[in-house]
């Protein structure tokens, strides 16, 4: 039930409307991505399986701790873990992939 609800979550984040010049997401520069750049990171977490979806936005997006996504999924902490560390090492595999085309 937690987990359906962080995708219900997820995809109103996703279909949200961001007005330009406003709260566009920020490289850590401070300077807004390119759309394109945005769509993309969507799709690649889209990508993911579920658990580590939720996991890496509850991680990256709500800034929660391990132990905290660990109660939120009903897992062990080293299982949130290894769900962030899989999923990342997923995304980054698909883009150095892409970035060799």
């Known amino acids: 039930m937690i987990v359906n609800g962080h995708v219900s979550r997820w995809r109103r984040w996703r279909r949200r409307v961001v007005p330009v010049g406003?709260?566009?997401?920020?490289?850590?520069?401070?300077?807004?991505?390119?759309?394109?750049?945005?769509?993309?990171?969507?799709?690649?977490?889209?990508?993911l399986p579920v658990r580590q979806r939720a996991a890496v936005f509850l991680r990256f997006y709500d800034d929660l701790s391990y132990r905290d996504i660990a109660d939120i999924l009903g897992c062990r902490e080293a299982t949130a873990r290894s769900y962030i560390h899989r999923a990342l090492q997923q995304l980054k595999q698909h883009l150095e992939t892409e970035s060799h085309r």
């Open 22 to 47: 406003l709260s566009e997401p920020e490289t850590a520069a401070g300077t807004p991505l390119p759309a394109e750049d945005v769509l993309v990171a969507r799709q690649l977490l889209d990508g």
